[in-house]
C-alpha cells in the first residue's frame, strides 16, 4: 500500500532527523569543553550525514542517518597562558563548535522533523477516510 510505504519514509526521515537533533545538541553541550594537558585537542564538534537506503521489504527508499563523523575544520587558538591546556606559546586551541551554527542547524532539523510528523498525520488521516468510505 502507498499510504504504509510513505508513513514508512517519513518515519525514517524522523529516526534520521532525531540522531541529528542528538549529535547537535551534544556539539551544544561540549561547546567549552578545553583539553587538559598542555597543547591537548579540545572537543571536536561531530556532524551526520544522511544516504538513501532501499528498504527490501516495502521496495521504498528511506533516509538512514550515518554514524557521527567530524568535522574537520581547524581550531581556533585563544591566548591564555594560564589555561591547563595553553601550548608552550601560552595559547589555547577552542572547540571548532559555532553556536549560530548549531542553532540554524537544530531549526532545520526541527522543521524536517515536523514535516515528517505531518506526512505521517496526512497518511493516517488519509487511511481513515479511506476506511470509513469503504463501512458506508
Not at 519514509?9 to 561540549?30: C, D
Request: aromatic share 4%.
Amino acid at each position: 500500500m502507498d499510504l504504509k510505504n510513505a508513513m514508512k519514509i517519513a518515519a525514517s526521515g524522523l529516526r534520521a532527523e532525531g540522531q541529528r537533533l542528538k549529535v547537535i545538541s551534544e556539539n551544544l553541550a561540549n561547546a567549552d569543553s578545553l583539553g587538559r594537558t598542555p597543547g591537548a585537542d579540545p572537543y571536536r564538534r561531530k556532524v551526520v550525514s544522511f544516504r538513501s537506503e532501499l528498504d527490501r521489504a516495502s521496495g521504498a527508499e528511506i533516509v538512514q542517518a550515518q554514524p557521527p563523523g567530524t568535522d574537520k575544520t581547524d581550531f581556533e587558538l585563544k591566548y591564555d597562558p594560564g589555561h591547563p591546556a595553553a601550548n608552550a606559546d601560552g595559547y589555547v586551541k577552542m572547540p571548532n563548535v559555532n553556536a549560530v551554527i548549531e542553532m540554524a542547524d537544530m531549526r532545520e532539523a526541527q522543521r524536517t522533523y515536523e514535516a515528517n510528523l505531518n506526512v505521517i498525520d496526512s497518511a493516517r488521516q488519509m487511511i481513515s477516510r479511506t476506511i470509513d468510505l469503504l463501512r458506508n
